[in-house]
């Protein structure tokens, strides 16, 4: 380790230690994190240069001038900032982690006009939920439903997607909807078939297993459910947001194989990929699908010509 990696380290302990919130940049927009965050140390370890929710704003707004976007599981407010990289859109952040909640709101005067901010979960039934289910660490924040609970200890409301956007009429048909919640993705899928069926967005989702024990039935019972409401294109991005791979046609199958991946870490002890990031589109929106691929392929076969590599 550099003597300047060893600064650095001692800096992030002082500054966790103390309480000291820090900015960093996330595409255009200077955002402020918590003392704990380490949002900028996996952007410097894993190079994210292009995440693909830029790109899918970017893409989706050329099509629909009425882009708006609900992002559950909004965190600081870093996500939104990816959506509106290209372009200002509007967007409904949704975010139940006190802690998080309360940088959300601070980073609302940093972005774009538009945005508005929910204090909740996501799901059904609707209910109160205990905060220390939401198990908050480096960033981040992940539902555990067998936690104990604290007698008369703080909660967090749950709520269904389509209750939300009651209450907030103008995301009420979203074009582009981000799910990262590091638990409850799949049960959100599940639970918002209501809001998927009528408005078919474009829906980019964390797909993991290693939070719960029923995630293999949950994630094929999620990819099921989308197939049958019209969902057969996903793009697939490892958990650095680089781009892997399209589905479609029999997507069931490949699902199964990338659950079967997962359980051959899990059965060894070592996990080196924890999640895969997935787009989905619908029928109707093949042609944005397809000028995603397209994009990434071009930027990847651009790179390597640059770099002198034989493909």
């Not at 600081?76 to 509007?90: K, N, R, S």
């Not at 936690?147 to 009420?172: E, N």
């Not at 939070?211 to 991005?237: K, M, P, T, W």
């Amino acid at each position: 380790m550099t003597f300047g990696n060893r600064l650095d380290k001692a800096y992030r302990k002082f500054r966790k230690r103390f309480g000291i919130a820090k900015d960093y940049r996330v595409g255009r927009f200077e955002l402020t994190l918590s003392p704990d965050h380490q949002l900028d140390l996996w952007h410097k370890s894993e190079r994210m240069d292009a995440p693909p929710l830029a790109e899918i704003a970017r893409i989706a707004g050329r099509k629909y001038p009425d882009l708006a976007a609900i992002d559950i599981g909004a965190n600081v407010g870093d996500t939104a900032a990816l959506i509106c990289h290209h372009l200002d859109v509007p967007v409904l952040c949704i975010e139940g982690q006190p802690v998080f909640a309360a940088y959300l709101r601070k980073n609302l005067a940093r972005l774009p006009a538009g945005i508005e901010v929910v204090e909740c979960l996501v799901g059904a039934p609707a209910g109160d939920v205990p905060v220390e289910q939401l198990r908050r660490h480096n960033g981040t924040a992940v539902f555990l439903p067998t936690a104990p609970q604290k007698v008369g200890g703080r909660t967090v409301r749950m709520r269904p997607l389509s209750d939300i956007l009651r209450d907030h009429p103008r995301f009420a048909r979203p074009r582009l909807i981000k799910i990262d919640t590091d638990g409850l993705d799949f049960e959100i899928l599940l639970s918002s078939r209501d809001v998927i069926a009528e408005t078919h967005p474009i829906l980019f989702f964390e797909y993991t297993l290693d939070v719960r024990q029923d995630a293999c039935r949950q994630s094929i019972a999620a990819i099921s459910r989308l197939q049958e409401l019209g969902y057969d294109r996903f793009l697939v991005y490892d958990h650095a947001g680089h781009f892997l791979r399209v589905i479609d046609g029999d997507v069931i199958g490949p699902f199964r194989d990338m659950n079967r991946y997962f359980m051959s870490q899990r059965l060894a002890g070592h996990w080196i990929i924890h999640h895969f990031d997935i787009a989905a589109f619908s029928t109707a929106d093949a042609d944005l699908a397809l000028a995603l691929r397209d994009a990434h392929r071009a930027m990847i076969d651009q790179g390597i010509r640059d770099a002198g590599l034989e493909q």
